[in-house]
């Protein structure tokens, strides 16, 4: 079993939509979660960065953490076209900061 | 958000050659620094963690011997792949970490070795 499941996808949604990923996770001690897109080719980018449980928006980005059910979200509300982009799960403890990532789930908004 | 570069972007040399890959901090201190590598469509497989001033730390599997890094200061980590081969074509990417867990990452540096 993989430290961190994410469904790879892949995920298409019109413009405009509402586009949820989430990830689950098995080591409790995770207690940083990240979200970093990634274009083709290129670096991934931090997105959200969450400490410890809760909820956290920036603009059109909500990341949702539930350490209680080992279980966190991504959403991008009103979806554009530019938002198409492999979407990375990241976590890590406070032992070494080395971080665990999902399978990444690729997704692509239809104009 | 922090800034993190590599050089070069992209390099194609012949099997057997060394190649030297950067990575830069450049408006923050990176105490640590991560080497990762990708296969297409799949996602980063960490290398080594290096700590400025000490040895690199490498995951299992990897070979220190073929992957030299060197973390010489706060702004500047490189990953040297010794007598390279086809099979070490990849995509290489570097993170650099100042404050605790948050990582930023570099544009990445494709490699193809002929």
């Known amino acids: 079993q993989k430290e961190v499941e994410q469904d790879p996808g892949p995920l298409s949604v019109p413009e405009g939509a509402i586009v949820s990923l989430n990830c689950t996770y098995s080591?409790?001690?995770?207690?940083?979660f990240m979200w970093y897109r990634q274009y083709s080719r290129k670096g991934p980018e931090l997105l959200m960065y969450t400490y410890s449980s809760g909820n956290k928006e920036d603009g059109r980005f909500t990341a949702q953490v539930d350490k209680s059910s080992k279980y966190i979200s991504l959403f991008i509300r009103d979806s554009q076209p530019s938002d198409s982009a492999t979407y990375l799960c990241?976590?890590?403890?406070?032992?070494?900061?080395?971080?665990?990532f999902g399978a990444g789930t690729t997704v692509t908004v239809r104009a | 958000g922090a800034v993190v570069s590599q050089h070069p972007s992209r390099v194609i040399c012949k099997s057997g050659t060394s190649v030297k890959i950067e990575c830069r901090s450049l408006?923050?201190?990176?105490?640590?620094m991560f080497w990762y590598r990708q296969f297409p469509k799949q996602s980063l497989m960490l290398m080594a963690t290096s700590n400025e001033g000490s040895k690199a730390t490498y995951e299992q599997g990897v070979e220190k011997d073929k992957f030299l890094i060197n973390h010489a200061s706060l702004t500047l980590s490189t990953l040297t792949v010794t007598s390279a081969h086809p099979e070490d074509s990849s995509f290489y990417i570097c993170?650099?970490?100042?404050?605790?867990?948050?990582?930023?990452f570099g544009p990445g540096t494709r490699l193809t070795v002929l």
């Open positions: 408006d923050f201190q990176a105490t640590t």
């Open positions: 993170s650099a970490s100042g404050r605790a867990s948050e990582q930023f």
């Open positions: 080591n409790s001690a995770f207690q940083y």
């Open positions: 990241a976590m890590t403890s406070s032992n070494d900061y080395k971080l665990s």
